[in-house]
Structures are given as structure tokens and as C-alpha cells.
């Protein structure tokens, strides 16, 4: 019933920045965790943001190490849309990128958390 679709990839020199995006739909729980993925080909799946909503209202980010300082999380409730800034790109960067659900008891809101649901990935190329 969730579906998410991402946008906003594409090729990039290094220091560039781009904006993706992942339209979310269908999720209706009191509170939200979604979280951003990458990966790149012969390496393993990486969690790298996380955003909380609880049911309040309040919020929470968090970041892995590699991408703290550079990526920014952050939703526009509005449009039903959360969004990953990733600024000072580096080659490393280099990966597909996806959005997914993070959900289910006792799993963490951070980055890596188990994902239930995905959406289809957008690539992000670096170079120098």
C-alpha cells in the first residue's frame, strides 16, 4: 500500500549538489521514518539519512558518518515529499539512490533501519 518513487538524479562534478526527491503515498501511520539508501555496483547497501515524524509533529534526522555535514534530509509535508540535499558531492558518492519505509516493531529510525517498502532508485554519478 506505501509506494515511493524517487527523482532527482543525474551526473554531477565533484563539490556539485543535487536534490532528490522520493513521493510518498499511501502511508498512513501516526508517525513516519523514512530513510535513504545507496548503492553502488560490487558494494553492499548503505544507509545514509533517516527522517522521523512522530505524531505530534515533532521531527528528527540523523546521518552516517560518510555523508554527515554534506546531506540534508527533510520533508515537505504538503507535497507528501521527502527530500535528500547532497551538497560537496564526491566521487565516492557515486551510487544508486533509494527512498524507502522504514517500519516495524522495535526497528530504529536511523540510517539502515529495516526497510519494509522501496521505491525504484535514481542514479547519482560524480566525477572529477
Known amino acids: 500500500q506505501v509506494r515511493l518513487v524517487e527523482s532527482g538524479g543525474g551526473s554531477v562534478q565533484v563539490g556539485g549538489s543535487l536534490r532528490l526527491s522520493c513521493d510518498v503515498s499511501g502511508y498512513t501511520y501516526s508517525t513516519i521514518c523514512i530513510g535513504w539508501f545507496r548503492q553502488a555496483p560490487g558494494k553492499e547497501r548503505e544507509g545514509v539519512a533517516a527522517?522521523?515524524?512522530?505524531?505530534?509533529?515533532?521531527?528528527?534526522?540523523t546521518y552516517a558518518n560518510s555523508v554527515k555535514g554534506r546531506f540534508t534530509i527533510s520533508q515537505d509535508n504538503a507535497k507528501n515529499t521527502v527530500y535528500l540535499q547532497m551538497n560537496s558531492l564526491k566521487p565516492e558518492d557515486t551510487a544508486m539512490y533509494y527512498c524507502?519505509?522504514?517500519?516495524?516493531?522495535?526497528?530504529?529510525?536511523?540510517?539502515?533501519?529495516?526497510?519494509?517498502?522501496w521505491g525504484q532508485g535514481t542514479q547519482v554519478t560524480v566525477s572529477s
Open positions: 527522517f522521523y515524524k512522530g505524531g505530534k509533529g515533532a521531527v528528527a534526522t
Open positions: 524507502a519505509a522504514i517500519m516495524g516493531l522495535g526497528v530504529r529510525c536511523v540510517p539502515g533501519g529495516e526497510a519494509r517498502y
